[in-house]
């Protein structure tokens, strides 16, 4: 099993930032790893996918606030946050070790971690 410690999550005001890690074991730098968040009340949804050469990719609709990096050094993923809106409440969660990949995105992960919680308020 490849465990996965996200960390980094809090409270903090619209406007704010935050920076997200996901720590692993040694595989972490071998892999491609990604960032999902899940807003109460909705569906997970992707944030980020971040490949072994450290190039990352986002939805349109994310692009410009969120920034996603790793250090294979640390075994380490990053997600920084920027310009927090109340909407970006949500669990963001890791994942690594693709396994169905679909261009420059993965359909299916092997490794979760627990997630860790952000909240953003007014």
């Known amino acids: 099993q490849e465990p996965l410690v996200e960390s980094g999550g809090g409270s903090v005001q619209a406007g704010g930032s935050l920076k997200l890690s996901c720590s692993g074991s040694?595989?972490?730098?071998?892999?491609?790893a990604g960032w999902y968040r899940q807003a109460p009340g909705k569906e997970r949804e992707v944030v980020s996918t971040?490949?072994?050469?450290?190039?990352?990719t986002y939805p349109d609709s994310l692009q410009g606030r969120f920034t996603a990096s790793r250090d294979n050094s640390k075994n380490t993923v990053f997600l920084q946050i920027t310009g927090l809106k109340t909407e970006d409440t949500a669990v963001y969660y890791c994942?690594?070790?693709?396994?169905?990949?679909?261009?420059?995105?993965?359909?299916?992960?092997?490794?979760w971690g627990q997630g860790t919680r952000v909240t953003v308020s007014s």
């Open positions: 994942a690594a070790n693709c396994l169905l990949h679909a261009g420059t995105d993965c359909r299916q992960y092997k490794y």
């Open positions: 040694n595989d972490i730098k071998y892999v491609t």
């Open positions: 971040i490949h072994t050469d450290g190039t990352a």
